[in-house]
């Protein structure tokens, strides 16, 4: 079993910036493939961005809602993965979820992430 674990959400103005942590433990893997989410009252769960972890270079992919102004990222052999969120707009306020697969693929459909964390609330402020 896959443990999630989400920190960092909070209150900001527009224009502002975060970081999301996601710690996992358990049954863990480097090269498994993790990613954020997204949830907006009365919306469905939105991609944000996944990372497949690699030593030489990582794959990442994001939506377009939110490329150029965030970043995932995973340190190493560290079973954390972050969400680093800048020029943030009031259309990204939603909680935050973090997930994780149980392969090293890269991939953007929710249905293919068995474990997922509580979620994190991010509110951005106009």
């Known amino acids: 079993q896959v443990r999630l674990v989400e920190s960092g959400g909070g209150l900001v103005q527009a224009g502002g910036s975060l970081r999301l942590s996601c710690a996992a433990s358990?049954?863990?893997?480097?090269?498994?493939?993790m990613a954020w989410f997204r949830q907006s009252p009365g919306k469905e769960r939105e991609f944000v961005a996944t990372?497949?972890?690699?030593?030489?270079?990582?794959?990442?992919h994001y939506s377009d809602s939110v490329k150029g102004r965030f970043t995932i990222s995973r340190v190493g052999a560290e079973n954390t993965v972050y969400l680093d969120m800048n020029s943030l707009k009031s259309e990204d306020t939603a909680v935050y979820y973090c997930?994780?697969?149980?392969?090293?693929?890269?991939?953007?459909?929710?249905?293919?992430?068995?474990?997922w964390g509580q979620g994190t609330q991010v509110t951005v402020s106009s």
């Open positions: 990372i497949v972890y690699r030593r030489d270079a990582s794959t990442t």
């Open positions: 358990g049954r863990t893997f480097t090269t498994n493939a």
């Open positions: 997930a994780a697969t149980a392969h090293n693929r890269p991939t953007t459909l929710k249905h293919q992430y068995p474990y």
